[in-house]
């Protein structure tokens, strides 16, 4: 028997006043899956990973974490399901990194001593253990961005949902988020990232999920999926593919 997927979307379509952004969205991922979401601007991945997370309710269709509708659940509730971490996360707190990334365990029962365990393991993953004392309102947006995934990693949850977590990061620490995700999903989640970097989605997706105007164009492998003639109908200018 195949298992149940972590995450099931099944038609799900939202529109934001008369405009459809998602449309009759199908998506399927298992536990120990990573997925990459690409697409130009505007084909609907952060209205797709907001469903999802439970934070939109579909027009229609359903959207299941877990086999449970997010979005009928509470924010706590919701929080015990999925960690999300949206586009825009600006948290201009004065508070020290470490407090902040702290914050992900909110929702958890987990005690003092596990929480400070988690709390550190996600800094030095995220290489930002030197900044744990700063305030983040003093960092630059790069590592703010870091402290936003790594208070994210430190959320429970089966499922993992990151909206362009490598969006301001450099190379190394955008490839070092990337084998984060890969990892997460290695231990039992099932993990969903958006991505405009198809370079690191083929390197590390085990799928790829390409959307054009909120519908999926394609789902595979990498190499199935960011084709030269795909990638340039979807992103309507010339793409060579080179494998390396
Ligand atoms: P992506 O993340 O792929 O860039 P989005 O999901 O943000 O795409 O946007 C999909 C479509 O929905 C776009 O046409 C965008 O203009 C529209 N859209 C997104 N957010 C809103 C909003 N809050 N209000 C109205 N339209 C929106
Ligand atoms: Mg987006």
Redo the contacts with the bound molecule.
Sequence with gaps: MTPIPMIQARGVTYA??Q????NRLELSVAAGEFVC?V????????????LLAGELVPAEGEALIDGAALWRLGVRERASHRAFLA?HDRRDVPYPVRTVVGFGAYASAMDTHEREARVTRALSALEIGGLADRPVAELSGGERRRVAIARTLVQDGTVLLM??PTDSLDLGHADVVMRRCRSEARDGRAVVV?THDLNLAARHADTVVM?RH?EVRSVGTASDVLTAEALSEVYECDVRVMQH
Aim: hydrophobic content about 25%; charged content about 25%; aromatic content about 4%.
């Design positions: 934001y006043d405009r459809t952004a998602v979401l697409g130009p601007n505007g084909s609907g991945k952060t209205t797709a990973l907001r586009q909206d362009e958006s959307l909120g």
